[in-house]
Nanobody, 123 residues
Framework: QVQLVESGGGLVQTGGSLRLSCAASGRTFSSLTMGWFRQATGKEREFVAAITWKVGRIDYGDSVKGRFTIARDNAKNMVYLQMNSLKPEDTAVYYC????????????????WGQGTQVTVSS
């Protein structure tokens, strides 16, 4: 089993920045891919970013490329999402997720999920 706990959400103005953190525990992380998804009210869950644990392959959703950066700290079992140039359309609950295989943008491919953290971007 893998436990994921997100933190770092909050309220920020348009153009501002936030850094989300995800603490992972429960098993060896050397083979896990970690991802971030978001879900706005009334919308489907959307892929944001993912990173493999060992090789460091990274992928981003089209709507966040160039603004968001995913990073990991293997020693601390932490994954981060640095969000810059935030827009009102980035408002959503952000979820950390994990899976045992490579990067995928499909949320149903991920086996473990955190409880989510709210990000609100005011205009």
């Amino acid at each position: 089993q893998v436990q994921l706990v997100e933190s770092g959400g909050g309220l920020v103005q348009t153009g501002g920045s936030l850094r989300l953190s995800c603490a992972a525990s429960g098993r060896t992380f050397s083979s896990l891919t970690m991802g971030w998804f978001r879900q706005a009210t009334g919308k489907e869950r959307e892929f944001v970013a993912a990173i493999t644990w060992k090789v460091g392959r990274i992928d981003y959703g089209d709507s966040v490329k160039g603004r968001f950066t995913i990073a990991r700290d293997n020693a601390k079992n932490m994954v981060y999402l640095q969000m810059n140039s935030l827009k009102p359309e980035d408002t959503a609950v952000y979820y950390c997720a994990a899976r045992s295989y490579g990067v995928t943008k499909v949320n149903t491919d991920y086996d473990y999920w955190g409880q989510g953290t709210q990000v609100t971007v005011s205009s």
